[in-house]
Every structure is written in structure tokens, then in C-alpha cells.
């Protein structure tokens, strides 16, 4: 239409999305730092400070060399300048005096900082039917509950705590469904991780529960590599979240995760994310390049893993939870909103790599970007030969909010078994000037009709949140998308 | 012997889109309880005119003042000039996705309920209103449940806009051709709900080409833009006309 109508439109909702970021403090902390720069001598120094045993050593050197051999991907829709790995700090800790008894006892200015993000660790004001890992920049700074959870056998610590209490647990499972060198920042994460939380559900053990850990970037030049790995048994279930923030600063920080989902036979996890790392300024600047890999591997037979995401900080997003179908009538789901606004990138999707016979995935993915964004799917199904009779439906679904951003979709099907029942289903809308008219017209003022258009269009997905991060979720798009006119 | 009382009216009135003049001078004024139509040629301003009452960003006033029920609106917001009672009908009326009807519907009829002060209702209430509502434009209720206006046929296009403005219950409705796209049965649903809804203090404009819907709602007044000015104005006896002889005649 006109480009004075846009004008006044773009204004109107640039006024709405582009809501101050209210996670942006950073707290000032005494904190140990290991110097800037990747080498095998600070690998040798990073395991060295966490005490590891020898294979863990091993593990990271053969990544790094791994690594080195290794290019960044240039295959996905993102731009963004080089990173330089030399100018990071990778280990930043808060000096801890003494070995913690409880957590009562974790420096009063790191349970503030938790408290502000609407975590709190403390005996008297934790979450009742939530247990949480609290990460901050390098470290677990302690986990919740664990005593009771230990009732039911079900062991729920830092990665690093696990490293030293359950070795063998570690030495049969790190790697096994995201190998070293499945890609660049795999290898990376396996070279420098510094910890992540550690879920095992023994056998026949529903998890009484929600597992959830908080990850925290304070440091200003430093990564955060965290590595999360959940084992559910036989006939066991886990329902676990994380949740992420980061403060605002001018430079880019670099987030290199990887989690490892394994469920044996008739096991279900169910993997919820929200994340709001920092995104940026207005024009781009600053804000968390967010490079994960996370995998499932659906091992047994009727096991089920479901990934959840919703994805609305960080300036670049590089993640495919996917999950590898290999049991018999093992199943996958993947369900994501992501929202992109002012210049962020998000390419994002999913991998469903079907091996078991009778497997079935389903992938939903709600795309929404406004601002001069860009938001791509990007898609994975792959049906080997001996994988009878399975299943796979995807449905991805894209809304353009103004008329600067970008959106696409990049399926990639392969179907190696004629047994297979595949759909593929596509959608594209836009919220332009046209429509707010109309809502206008009916009386309804344009915060509401987003928050309407939002709602409705990310109902599927928002459903399949555990019920307390549902309402997060909602607030969460909310305060990007809402409320500052009137 | 009756006084009448004008809701709107249109004071020598210029509008542009992009630096191009649509409207020029135009001056119209519509009393309670009259229904007027307008016609014309292809590109003559008629649905621009529609959009300029209702608020529509593109537009610029150049000129010109818009009274309605004694008070000028041009400086009001689309949402504001909806409230006080100004309904469009749309030509093409938009999809959104994502969005059920019956959500869509009781937003509109709750944001009117606090704009006027009044306190709004739940859906459940809501859902014994509408479905009342619903019979008027012969429409089923399984309706609510999809989303406003995807998928919708023609025809269930201009019902939704006619089911809306019962609704809403406006004092001027502008129905921008709301009767093209429609077949005979669809015609007699939307032409019946039309007359049922009129009453002596509300008033209508109706933009169409054919002289078929003035058979079933019959306008007080006819009249004919051309160039962004009414050129002409009669009664039904200029629609027959039109209907012979077309637009060129009038030159």
C-alpha cells in the first residue's frame, strides 16, 4: 500500500515489539578467569581446575584436535562477521570460599541475581514441584531438591558433579548421540564445555518433578559452553526445562551448547526451552550468537522423546533439536515458536532421522519475525531403508509481521523406504496493514489484535509446555510484542 | 412533519493516496433512518470514500471536514471512530489467520462495550448473543470455531461482514459491494439481514454496481460519483436508468 500508511503501520508496531530488555543487568562479582584464548594447554588447565579424570582430558584434547581440522558452516541463511575464538574467555567462575553444604550458603549476590531473574534458590522460596540447576557463566552454582529426588533414585546434579560422582555413567553416554565431530561448534563445546546439568531417571521411575536448569551469561568476554545430558531408563519419565538470559552488552557473546537425550525402552522425555538470551540493540549490535546441538536418541522400543521450544533472544539462533528414531514405535516431536524482531536471525528446525520400524515424528514450527529480521526453518527427515511403516508429519508455518522481514523454510526430505507415510504442510501469512485496518475498523486496538494474532498462531505449540513455563512463554512473547502504547 | 437529523455529513471533502487526488469537493449529508447508494464507474472514489470515514491511515485529507452526529472525526483513529458507531462493510474482506471467529467477534464487541463504559462479558454470555445473531445471516455456529474469514467462501465473506455489523450495532454502516460475488439465495440473506437491522435513528450507505441489491433494500437516495464528486442524485427511478443506458449518458 501506500508508503505513508506503512510508515504509520511500521511505526505502530515497531513502538510494540520493540520493548526494553529487562534481563540486560549483569552483576558484579569476584570470579576466577582463566586468560582469553583456546589452546590445548587451557583445555589442559580448564579439566585441571575441575579436577576431571583422565578420559574426560582425552575427550576434550581429541575434540579440540578435531576441531581445528574443522570450518565454521557456512550453509545456513545467518551473516554474521568472523568470530574470533582467541578473544574468548572460556572459564569464568565466582570464586567460591569453601565447598557449599547448602545452598543457603551460595554468595548472597549470585542468589540476588536468580532471585531478579524470578529463580530462587533458597530453602524457604523454591519452586514446589521444581527442581533447579542454577548455571552461572562457567559453573553450576547448586541444584534444588536433589535430596528428595535421590529418594526416588533420581539423580539430578551439574555435569561437573557428575563427572566426578557417577564417572562410569559419563564415560558410556557423553558423545554417544552428538558425536565430537558431528559438527564445529560440537567439537568445540566437547573441547572447552565447563558444565550443564545431568539427569539420570532410573527404571520405572516417573520423575516426581520437573527438572529445570537456569543458564546465566554474566561474564562480558566470555563463551558459555554448557552440556547437558539426560539418560531415562526403561519405563521411566522426565519432564525437564531450561531457561536462559544473558545482560546487555555492546560485544557478541558466544553460546555453544550441546544436550544429549537418550530414552531406552518405553522411556519419554520431554525437553521444554525458553530462551531470551540478549538480542541486541535496535540496530544490532551486541547480543548472544546462539549455536547449539541438541539430539535425542530414541534407543528403545515405545520410546518417546519431545523437544518444546520457544525462541525469542539471542542475535544469530543456529539449533536443530532433532531426534534419532531408532527403537521400534519409538516416536519424535518437535514443537517451536520463534520470534525474531529488529535485526536478529533465527535458523532454526528440526532433524527427525527415522531408523526403527513403525517410528513416527511429528514437526511444528511457528515461525514469526517482524522488525528487519530474518526467521528461517530449516528441516531434516530422514527415513532409512530398513525403517518400515513409519511415519512423519511437518508442518511449518511462517508469519511476517510488517513489512521488513524475512522468512523462510528449507525442508529436506529423504525417503529410502517406500512404507513411509510423509506429509509436508507449509503456510505463509503476513500481518500488514490490511489486517490491523480491519481490526481497527471492528474496534479492536492493535496490541490486542497482535496479541490475538500470536496467541491463536502459537496455540499449538504453547500447549505442549509444562503447565508453569506455558504462562512464561505467553508473558515472554508478550513483553516483546506488547504494551507500550496506552 | 418529521425533523430530520443529519448523522453525516460531508463538508467539501478532498482526499489523496500517494499525492494523487481521489476525491474532490465532495459534499453529501445523510439523515437518521435513510439509506443511500452510491454507484459509478470503475476508479470513480467510491471505496476510497468508504475507507476515508473509517479511518484509514493511507488517506490524506486535503480538504474539507467530516461532521458525524454533530461532531468532526477527522482527526480520530480508526479504533475511535468504530467505537462511536461507524461500521465498513469491506469489499474484500480480510483473512486472519490463527484467529476463530468467535474470539475475533467478542474482542470487537467487548472493546466496544468499554469504550462506552460498560463493563465487557464472558464468552459464555457472548456465545448465547452471537448464536441469536447468528440466525439473522443464516449462518451455523460451527462457523465461530473457524478462523475470521480463511477458507470462507464469497459468499460467507459478506455474511460475516453483515453478521458483524448486527453485532456491533452501528449507527452508520458503509457497505463497500457488498453484494458482488453474491448469488440470488446469498443476496436474499445478506438484502433481508440489511432491512432488519435498519431502524429510524441508524443510516446506510450502500456502494454497489447493480441495480439487483436496490431491488431488495431500497435506498431513499441514488448517487452517482464520478471523478471523486457526486455528478448526479435521484431516487430508484436513476437506477433503472443507469441500468440502460450506463454511466456515459451522464456526460
Known amino acids: 500500500m501506500s508508503n505513508q500508511s506503512n510508515k504509520i503501520l511500521n511505526t505502530n508496531i515497531t513502538k510494540l515489539v520493540n520493548q526494553p530488555y529487562k534481563y540486560g543487568f549483569s552483576t558484579n562479582i569476584e570470579k576466577e578467569i582463566i586468560e582469553k584464548g583456546l589452546n590445548e594447554s587451557i583445555i589442559h588447565l580448564i579439566s585441571q581446575k575441575k579436577n576431571e579424570p583422565n578420559f574426560l582430558l582425552n575427550f576434550r584434547l581429541k575434540a579440540y584436535k578435531k576441531w581445528k581440522q574443522m570450518k565454521c558452516p557456512d550453509w545456513s541463511q545467518l551473516k554474521f562477521s568472523e568470530i574470533d575464538y582467541q578473544n574468548i574467555i572460556y572459564y569464568s567462575a565466582p570464586k567460591l570460599k569453601k565447598k557449599l553444604k547448602s545452598l543457603d550458603e551460595v554468595d548472597p549476590e549470585l542468589l540476588k541475581t536468580f532471585e531478579k531473574l524470578g529463580i530462587s534458590l533458597t530453602e524457604q522460596k523454591q519452586l514446589t514441584n521444581v527442581a533447579v540447576d542454577a548455571v552461572f557463566d562457567s559453573v553450576s ?182 531426534c534419532i528414531l531408532a527403537g521400534t514405535n519409538s516416536q519424535g516431536e518437535f514443537y517451536s515458536v520463534a520470534l525474531t524482531n529488529q535485526y536478529q536471525q533465527a535458523d532454526t528446525g528440526s532433524k527427525m532421522i527415522h531408523i526403527g520400524s513403525n517410528s513416527r515424528s511429528r514437526i511444528v514450527s511457528k515461525g514469526i519475525s517482524t522488525g528487519k529480521s530474518k526467521n528461517s526453518y530449516r528441516g531434516f527427515v530422514n527415513i532409512t531403508n530398513k525403517a518400515f511403516n513409519t511415519r512423519n508429519y511437518s508442518q511449518c508455518d511462517s508469519l511476517l509481521i510488517g513489512n521488513q522481514s524475512n522468512a523462510n523454510t528449507f525442508p529436506f526430505i529423504s525417503v529410502q523406504n517406500l512404507t513411509t507415510k510423509l506429509e509436508h504442510e507449509a503456510s505463509t501469512s503476513k500481518i500488514g496493514e490490511e489486517q490491523i485496518f480491519y481490526f481497527l475498523q471492528r474496534g479492536i486496538s492493535i496490541e490486542k489484535a497482535i496479541e490475538l494474532i500470536i496467541s491463536g498462531f502459537c496455540q499449538e505449540v504453547f500447549t505442549e509446555l509444562p503447565l508453569e513455563f506455558a504462562e512464561e512463554a505467553d508473558r515472554l512473547l508478550s513483553l516483546k510484542l506488547e504494551g507500550s502504547i496506552g | 412533519m418529521n425533523i430530520k437529523t443529519p448523522i453525516l455529513e460531508i463538508k467539501n471533502l478532498n482526499v489523496s493516496i500517494n499525492d494523487i487526488e481521489i476525491l474532490k469537493n465532495l459534499n453529501l449529508t445523510i439523515n437518521q433512518g435513510e439509506i443511500h447508494a452510491i454507484m459509478g464507474p470503475n476508479g470513480s472514489g467510491k471505496s476510497t470514500f468508504s475507507k476515508v470515514l473509517a479511518g484509514h491511515p493511507a488517506y490524506k485529507v486535503l480538504d474539507g471536514d467530516v461532521i458525524f452526529r454533530g461532531k468532526s472525526i477527522l482527526s480520530l483513529e480508526a479504533e475511535d471512530r468504530s467505537h462511536l458507531g461507524i461500521f465498513l462493510a469491506f469489499q474484500y474482506p480480510i483473512e486472519i489467520p490463527g484467529v476463530s471467529n468467535e474470539d475475533f467477534l467478542r474482542l470487537a464487541y467487548n472493546s466496544k462495550l468499554k469504550a462506552q463504559g460498560k463493563e465487557e462479558i464472558d464468552p459464555i454470555q457472548f456465545l448465547s448473543l452471537i448464536y441469536e445473531k ?109 441500468e440502460q443506458k450506463g454511466y456515459g449518458w451522464l456526460n
Open chain 1, 141 to 322: 552454582i547448586g541444584t534444588t531438591f536433589q535430596e528428595e529426588l535421590a529418594e526416588y533414585g533420581v539423580i539430578f546434579c551439574a555435569i561437573s558433579e557428575a563427572i566426578q560422582d557417577y564417572p562410569e555413567l559419563i564415560k558410556k553416554y557423553l558423545g554417544t548421540v552428538v558425536p565430537i565431530g558431528d559438527n564445529y561448534y560440537s567439537a568445540l563445546n566437547s573441547a572447552v564445555f565447563t558444565d550443564g546439568s545431568f539427569c539420570y531417571i532410573p527404571k520405572g521411575i516417573k520423575c516426581p518433578l520437573e527438572l529445570s536448569t537456569y543458564f546465566r551469561i554474566n561474564e562480558k568476554e566470555s563463551g558459555q559452553f554448557e552440556r547437558t545430558l539426560i539418560i531415562a531408563d526403561e519405563n521411566s519419565t522426565v519432564s525437564y526445562l531450561e531457561g536462559c538470559t544473558a545482560p546487555q552488552y555492546d560485544d557478541n557473546q558466544l553460546h555453544a551448547a550441546i544436550v544429549e537425550l537418550i530414552a531406552f525402552d518405553n522411556a519419554t522425555i520431554k525437553y521444554s526451552t525458553v530462551q531470551n538470551w540478549y538480542s541486541g540493540n535496535s540496530i544490532g549490535k551486541g547480543g548472544i550468537y546462539n549455536f547449539v546441538t541438541k539430539r535425542g536418541l530414541s534407543i528403545g522400543v515405545n520410546s518417546k522423546i519431545s523437544w518444546t521450544q520457544v525462541e525469542t533472544g539471542s542475535a544469530i539462533t543456529w539449533k536443530y533439536p532433532g
Open chain 2, 134 to 242: 447468528l440466525k439473522t445471516v443464516k449462518m451455523a455456529p460451527t462457523f465461530l470455531s473457524r478462523n475470521v474469514n480463511e477458507g470462507f467462501s464469497g459468499g460467507e465473506k459478506k455474511r460475516n461482514e453483515i453478521l458483524q455489523m448486527t453485532l456491533l450495532d452501528p449507527q452508520l454502516s458503509i457497505l463497500d459491494e457488498t453484494d458482488s460475488g453474491l448469488d440470488i439465495d446469498a443476496l436474499k440473506i445478506i438484502s433481508n439481514g440489511i432491512n432488519t437491522f435498519m431502524k429510524p435513528d441508524k443510516a446506510i450507505i450502500l456502494i454497489t454496481h447493480y441495480k439487483r441489491l436496490l431491488d431488495y433494500v431500497k435506498p431513499d437516495y441514488i448517487h452517482v460519483m464520478q471523478n471523486g464528486k457526486i455528478i448526479k442524485t435521484g431516487n430508484n427511478q436513476l437506477a433503472e436508468e443507469l
